[in-house]
Nanobody
Framework: VQLVESGGGLVQAGGSLTLSCTVS????????IGWFRQVPGKEREGIAE????????NYADSVRGQFTISSDSVKNTVTLQMNDLKSEATAVYYC??????????????????WGRGTQVTVSL
């Protein structure tokens, strides 16, 4: 099982960024993919997830309406579109995979497979 994040970088406040998580080694449609972020010294936070089996999506309150998660089963890729970014979005962003449904939703403990992360920096 392998998950590889891409698309991180430096963006000005108010700008947009799109992160991608490309997965391999398992049957894509049978797994949920989640996006998490972590700031040094703080716990990793679940921000968005998609259950590929039925298309269910969940968002943390902090990003709902601002971030959008989508899935492409042909490319085995899950994308996180981030709009109107603020400085507090600066973090390392990770994608993770869990068989069928993560329980509880957006929980770090519910996910078994993780990527290495990609840095997102939002400048003022």
């Amino acid at each position: 099982v392998q998950l590889v994040e891409s698309g991180g970088g430096l963006v000005q406040a108010g700008g947009s960024l799109t992160l991608s998580c490309t997965v391999s080694g398992f049957q894509f449609e049978e797994f949920a993919i989640g996006w998490f972020r972590q700031v040094p010294g703080k716990e990793r936070e679940g921000i968005a997830e998609i259950v590929n089996r039925d298309g269910t999506t969940n968002y943390a309150d902090s990003v709902r309406g601002q971030f959008t998660i989508s899935s492409d089963s042909v490319k085995n890729t899950v994308t996180l579109q981030m709009n109107d970014l603020k400085s507090e979005a600066t973090a390392v962003y990770y994608c993770a995979a869990e068989y069928l449904w993560p329980d509880p939703p957006l929980s770090v403990d519910a996910y078994d497979y993780w990527g290495r992360g990609t840095q997102v920096t939002v400048s003022l």
